[in-house]
């Protein structure tokens, strides 16, 4: 994992509570992800005035990136990517297609693409720093029709030969960039 955005990390771990009726799945993952990483990233919630609330969804995933002020919501399906992929945003990671090493890094420029991500990336480009290089194997790594091209152009552009697949684990340099920008945390 390559891209964060400085000035919203959390600074230490990150406190959460889950709202769902059935926590377990929230709870195992939230669990797997600090065991893949070797730190405390997300610990139980105290009294913390900033912390993040696990809502299982129904429909769209989502987190917004880094810390907020108060309660912040990380809504997440029943699938690994998604709910690990949403972990990443709330610990200040933004998607991969945004590294400046991303093959395809035309598709987002182009002002012609309206999807939400190319828009998103276009306005916000020079928020985002690099910690690793590009992985393509990352879970922050969006495929064709969430960048709003089709899979051809996709693959044209990005110059890869073999299929996209979307990996619903935290990679090895995911697993390096949040070591290294939760560095201060304590380890597992």
């Known amino acids: 994992m390559a891209v964060y955005i400085p000035n919203k990390l959390w600074g230490g771990s990150i406190p959460y509570v889950i709202a769902d009726e059935n926590p377990d799945f929230a709870q ?7 065991a893949r990483v070797g730190k405390e990233v997300f610990v139980p919630r105290e009294n913390e005035s900033d912390y993040v609330e696990f809502q299982e969804s129904s429909g769209h995933a989502t987190c917004k990136i880094g810390k907020q002020s108060g309660k912040q919501t990380l809504r997440y399906g029943r699938s690994d ?15 991969e297609n945004f590294h400046t090493g991303w093959p395809a890094r035309s ?34 790594l969006y495929g064709s029709k969430s960048l709003g091209v089709s899979e051809e152009q996709f693959l044209e552009e990005a110059i890869i030969k073999e299929q996209f697949v979307q990996n619903t684990v935290l990679s090895e340099l995911d697993v390096i960039a949040l070591r290294q920008l939760y560095a201060l945390v304590q380890d597992r």
């Open 28 to 34: 195992n993952h939230i669990n797997a992800f600090n």
């Open 81 to 95: 990517a998604s709910i690990f992929h949403e972990m990443g945003h709330c610990a200040g990671l933004g998607h």
């Open 107 to 140: 598709i987002l420029v182009d002002r012609k693409n309206n999807s939400l991500h190319a828009m998103a990336f276009q306005r916000n480009q020079s928020r985002y720093q690099n910690v690793t290089s590009y992985d393509r194997l990352s879970v922050m």
